[in-house]
């Protein structure tokens, strides 16, 4: 045990949530902690950093700034830092452009010590006689190390989800949207392009093949459809008091409703944050608009209400068999190319699951159970926590993966590790009262 590190706390992937904890960390040097991720750089969503396309969220949802305004690695010291806070002055844009936050939180990884890149975890394990954890990563070169930690901070994140229909052989690109900026190249080419989808990665993803498509090349025969299974290409929830299920005092109330509930509710809300930007649907909207004058093809079908049942490869063309929800008919249609903008899921790994039933309790479904303080509750006698960045939803409600709630957990769990509440949290973040009034 002499000859491993020994830590306070361990994080376990590094998005944007556990490069927060780490700023927030960076100024109490009495917490030792270190920071893991397998890729060899921070970056955010590589595949949709496309030009013109923004954060949903307002700047203030930065690494720190809900936490502490006054931090070094705010966005707004970015902007300073970068000679650019004139220009964002001029901006006159609450919404961040994708490629600067991403830029932005590169250059904040870089001046964090505590955050390793190059190392992927192998295996996490609970050494009950040292009351430590025992993580075990291997860097690209095959050499392996070993860190004692008293907590975790899982921060994993999600991966994108790929229908059973979209897992067709095919030697036409068929490819989940968080590949396109990848890959987009490769789809002008193709004559006839399929996005599937309903929300505003699959928007993004239409907005960018349409501004490509030119008249020549409608005439010519390339043309993009648009098949949503939703009852429409609706917006997403984004009037101010809407935008109040984003708060600490919503997340609180969420954790006061029977945990055997919660499921049902987020069932149900989903246009709070599955939708689609107001901004981006009346772009796609005027593009339309504007190439439809005196009866031309824009290029561009909309099919709402089209759920895909099957994709098959023909001869190198993809045929997409579909079914009308509400008519319950179906039909068929041909593509060159298809992007799945199908949505994300959390893959806990492997060494996650295997925790399961020996140090972390789960609840009927094989969950873990994540409580008010974000720490996954123990079904052992250890005494080491496990906090979990961005839980599935239905743990702590719509507002677990939002950037701008990031920063008041990572206080909430900063605030744990130094044992004190250093950092000040909101009393009171919302207008409205979620829970029963009292006179």
């Not at 994108?160 to 229909?165: A, I, N, R, Y």
């Not at 052989?169 to 989808?197: D, Y």
């Not at 799945?340 to 972390?360: C, D, I, M, N, S």
Request: proline share 5%; charged share 20%; aromatic share 10%.
């Amino acid at each position: 045990m002499m000859d491993i590190p020994n830590v306070d706390i361990a994080g376990v992937g590094i998005g944007p949530f556990n490069l927060g904890l780490a700023a927030l960390l960076s100024k109490h040097p009495g917490v030792t902690g270190i920071f893991l991720d397998r890729k060899a750089e921070f970056r955010w969503h590589e595949g949709l950093l496309l030009p013109g396309t923004t954060l949903q969220v307002p700047f203030l949802a930065d690494l720190v700034t809900m936490a502490d305004p006054t931090h070094q690695l705010s966005y707004l010291n970015y902007l300073h830092q970068h000679d650019r806070l004139y220009p964002f002055y001029y901006y006159e844009n609450f919404q961040v452009p994708r490629r600067e936050y991403d830029h932005y939180c590169r250059w904040a990884s870089q001046q964090l010590p505590a955050c390793h890149f190059g190392e992927d975890i192998c295996d996490v394990t609970y050494d009950a006689s040292a009351d430590r954890f025992l993580i075990e990563s291997q860097s690209v070169s095959g050499f392996k190390r070993h860190y004692y930690s008293r907590d975790l901070a899982i921060g994993v994140g999600t991966v994108p989800l790929l229908p059973q229909w979209a897992q067709v052989k095919s030697t036409a690109p068929v490819m989940h949207s968080a590949e396109f900026g990848k890959r987009q190249e490769q789809l002008s080419k193709c004559q006839r392009v399929t996005v599937i989808g309903s929300g505003q990665s699959a928007a993004e993803c239409v907005l960018a093949l349409f501004n490509e498509l030119t008249p020549e090349r409608i005439a010519a025969g390339a043309s993009i459809r648009w098949i949503t299974r939703s009852p429409g290409f609706h917006p997403m929830e984004y009037s101010k008091l809407g935008q109040e299920c984003f708060t600490p005092s919503y997340m609180e109330y969420f954790h006061s409703i029977p945990r055997e509930r919660r499921r049902d509710i987020v069932a149900g809300q989903g246009l709070l944050y599955k939708g689609i930007s107001f901004s981006t649907i009346a772009d796609i909207y005027d593009l339309i608009y504007e190439r439809s004058i005196g009866g031309a093809d824009p290029g561009l079908t909309l099919l709402s209400n089209c759920e895909v049942e099957t994709v098959e490869d023909i001869n190198g063309t993809l045929r997409i068999a579909y079914r009308h929800r509400e008519l319950d008919q179906t039909s068929t249609l041909e593509a060159d190319a298809i992007v799945a903008a199908t949505g994300y899921g959390h893959a806990w790994p492997q060494w996650f699951e295997r925790l399961k039933g020996v140090v972390l309790e789960t609840d009927e479904y094989g969950d873990c159970i994540v409580q008010e303080d974000f720490t996954a509750r123990r079904c052992d006698a250890g005494t080491g926590r496990i906090f979990v960045q961005n839980a599935e939803i239905f743990q702590h409600g719509v507002g677990s993966p939002d950037l701008g709630i990031a920063a008041i957990r990572n206080a909430t769990i900063a605030n744990q590790l130094l044992g004190r509440p250093h950092y000040r949290l909101p009393k009171r973040s919302s207008f409205q009262r979620y829970g029963m009034h009292e006179a």
